[in-house]
């Protein structure tokens, strides 16, 4: 697992250390402060590889460069079979490469990464190896499976036009004629990362879409009764199924790698996911993170888990509140702070449950002022300085009381307390 990481002269910030928990890691902050760029670090950490390296036509995924002039270091350990493995890489400019211990890296186990803007990434120990020939250490196989959004979908090819993945269409569709363990494996995940009991993502029947097309396209059979294509899907609903299909499939390659090798399957999965909450309803939102735990846990059962997660959702946060562990869960937050020295600051923040997610909205995760339409929020400010003014009269409560009745709910709890405030004092009838 992962266990830290620091950055300096990296970033949006001078320096930058995170102590990661061996479970859930939360990653918070406003846009542009680096959520994403940590991302890329991390994977890169696990790898050496930055995503574009492998894939020219990402457009996430770009190498990290030192942010002012100077020397420019990645730190990083994590935890092996055995011990704890450290590693130290530093920018050499004229390179324009980052650079460290010769020979092979200390990899860890199975890394996974899906990105924001749909792009996923897969290292994978059973097939992105390395070799000692002659006495030297060599990349004997590609260093990762690097896939834009549209390849995830129509499948991945290496420099030589030979297929490395068919991509979710073939291979979904050639699971469901085989009708064996990978399609079966396939059906549990897209269960457990259905919305709700009541909403099961369900595989339909095959179908063909276009003269023009000879694929046997995959379909979800909907709770109103129709097959959709997959093709066809909304966004939230492609934005699960990818996942799904991603997590079988990297599985599925990697235990027939694995047997090929006359191996043991990984002990080890850590999961990057950015910006989960992409695209998903709020009932989704409520509990992908415990359902994606789930889906790693039943696909390698023997396996540890760590996911690493960031999000602007505070339903995500609140959905977490129930199981979060200080002893194997962490919450980092990114702030930016105009009068500090460093500006953007990384903080490990104390987890403490909201009881709300609006709670969330107004603390250290999201900083606002209120939870409410900024409007709104302005007219109550308003009404709480009018029942502060001695001289206030009766006609300005009484129109102060119709925008306020017309703005909210009429069980709305400020409203009821302006209203027992007010007819306590005589203002209203």
């Known amino acids: 697992m992962l266990k830290r990481l620091e950055m300096t002269n990296v970033g949006p910030a001078p320096s930058m250390e995170l102590e990661l928990a061996p479970r859930l890691n939360l990653l918070t902050g406003d846009n542009g ?18 995503p574009v390296e492998v894939n020219a036509n990402l457009t996430a995924g770009k190498k990290g460069l030192p942010s002012a002039p100077g020397e420019a270091t990645i730190r990083f350990s994590f935890t092996g079979k055995v011990k704890e493995e450290q590693y130290e890489s530093s920018y050499t400019r004229k390179d324009q490469a980052w650079t460290g211990r010769p020979g092979r890296p200390v ?44 390849e995830i979908w129509d499948g991945l090819k290496g420099e030589d036009g030979k297929p490395l993945c068919n991509g979710l269409v073939q291979d979904w569709a050639g699971w469901q004629k085989e009708n064996g363990e990978a399609f079966h494996s396939l059906k549990s995940v897209l269960e457990t990362l259905s919305p709700s009991e009541a909403e099961p993502i369900t595989p339909g029947k095959l179908t063909r879409i276009s003269l023009d097309d000879a694929r046997d396209i995959p379909t979800l059979a909907m ?5 959709v294509p ?13 996942l799904a299909y991603v997590l079988v499939w990297a599985w599925e390659e990697h235990r027939k ?17 950015d910006e989960i909450e992409s695209h998903l309803h709020p009932k989704w939102q409520l509990k992908i993170i415990r359902s994606l735990l789930e ?49 953007v600051t990384l ?11 609006s709670n969330w909205l107004t603390g250290d995760a999201f900083d606002l002022p209120s939870a409410r339409n900024p409007e709104y929020a302005q007219l109550m400010e308003e009404a709480a300085e009018l029942l502060d003014d001695s001289n206030a009269t009766e006609e300005r409560v ?13 069980k709305d709890s400020f409203l009821f307390r302006w209203r027992g405030i007010c007819s306590k004092r005589g203002l209203l009838s």
Do not use: C
């Open 347 to 357: 903080n490990r923040r104390p987890f403490e449950p909201q009881g709300d997610a």
């Open 257 to 273: 790698a694995s047997e090929l090798l006359t191996d043991f399957t990984t002990h080890q999965v850590i999961f990057l996911v």
């Open 398 to 410: 009484v129109e102060m009381h119709q925008r306020l009745s017309a703005a909210l709910n009429p």
């Open 295 to 343: 889906v790693m846990k039943s696909l390698a059962p023997t396996a540890e888990v760590q996911l690493l997660v960031s999000t602007h959702s505070p339903l995500v946060l609140a959905s977490v509140e129930s199981y979060f562990d200080e002893n194997k869960d962490a919450w980092f937050d990114l702030d930016y702070d105009p009068k500090a020295e460093t500006g």
């Open 107 to 150: 990899n860890p186990e199975l890394v996974l990464y899906a990105m924001a803007d749909g792009s996923f990434a897969v290292w994978d120990p059973a097939r992105n190896y390395w070799r000692t020939q002659n006495g030297v250490d060599v990349q004997e196989r590609r260093p990762a499976y690097v896939f834009n959004p549209s």
């Open 223 to 227: 709770p109103y009764g129709q097959d």
């Open 33 to 50: 402060l680096g959520k994403s760029f940590l991302f890329d670090i991390t994977w890169w950490a696990l790898t050496r590889k930055w």
């Open 230 to 242: 997959v093709l066809h899907a909304s966004s939230g609903m492609r934005r699960i199924i990818a």
